[in-house]
């Protein structure tokens, strides 16, 4: 349990140490929020009693967990790979899977993190408005973030650098981020983007929060998608990780 909590406190400080990583995960999601709620506003819009913020917490979510997955994960763990601190670690007494433990349950909680200050500001500067299950938010966003962690890892096992994991990392998660209904609503694109967009794994994410949100219930295709992602990832990631 005490190489449990060092190697959690240790990840939480190469957290804060990865400029990019931290300023995508929990600054810009709320830079963004705060964006919309200036320009658009929260008023019910569309004949519902929904407003844009209302609809926005879904795909800033999105964004967080994308980011955790896709450029956090992969980055960190090709650092220290290059570092040789994966090496050292595999050498101790320490079982290896207690470093990846702690790894995923920064990564989880820094994003939960976000998510609940998305939330709280939301709720007391736009007066966020909620029809849905708060167990129901929590479990859709454990599993999109099992999914991109898993593929986050993958990530890092492919990159031979730091520098290679965080193009690639980027090169995923940004076309995503602008075209998946995280920042802008898929509705207003075009309709060939809009059948691009089902095929990226963030659509999914997003869509499957949004009707969780608005208390449609949950979207079985988009289960299905982030379930095979997580077969996928996990299969990957545990065959291809490299410790040096």
């Known amino acids: 349990m005490k190489s449990f909590l060092k190697l959690l406190t240790v990840q939480f400080k190469l957290f804060y140490r990865e400029p990019i990583a931290f300023f995508f995960t929990l600054v810009f999601p709320t830079l963004l929020l705060v964006l919309f709620g200036i320009i658009y506003g929260n008023e019910p819009a569309f004949g519902t009693p929904f407003g844009y913020i209302d609809g926005s917490i879904a795909g800033l979510s999105g964004i967080i967990i994308g980011t955790v997955g896709l450029v956090s994960i992969p980055v960190a763990t090709a650092t220290q790979r290059e570092q040789r601190v994966l090496r050292r670690l595999k050498a101790t007494p320490m079982n290896p899977r207690t470093y990846l433990a702690a790894d995923v349950v920064i990564n989880y909680v820094i994003a939960l993190v976000g998510l609940v200050g998305l939330i709280v500001i939301a709720r007391l500067v736009f007066d966020?408005?909620?029809e849905g299950n708060w167990l129901a938010i929590w479990a859709a966003f454990t599993l999109a973030a099992i999914a991109f962690f898993s593929v986050?890892?993958?990530?890092a096992s492919l990159a031979p650098t730091?520098?290679?994991?965080?193009?690639?990392?980027?090169?995923?998660?940004?076309?995503?981020?602008?075209?998946?209904?995280?920042?802008?609503?898929?509705?207003?694109?075009?309709?060939?983007?809009?059948?691009?967009?089902?095929?990226?794994?963030?659509?999914?994410?997003?869509?499957?929060?949004?009707?969780?949100?608005?208390?449609?219930?949950?979207?079985?295709?988009?289960?299905?998608?982030?379930?095979?992602l997580i077969l996928l990832g996990v299969t990957l990631s545990s065959r291809s990780f490299r410790w040096e």
Do not use: C, E
Not at 152 to 155: A, H, R
Not at 173 to 193: C, E, K, R, Y
Not at 219 to 226: E, K, P, R, Y
């Open 128 to 130: 966020l408005r909620f």
């Open 162 to 228: 730091s520098r290679i994991a965080t193009v690639v990392g980027q090169v995923l998660l940004f076309p995503m981020m602008f075209l998946s209904g995280a920042t802008i609503p898929l509705q207003v694109m075009p309709d060939g983007v809009q059948q691009v967009a089902k095929w990226m794994p963030l659509t999914h994410v997003v869509g499957l929060l949004q009707d969780l949100w608005f208390g449609r219930g949950w979207n079985v295709t988009s289960l299905i998608v982030l379930a095979a």
């Open 152 to 155: 986050g890892y993958f990530l």
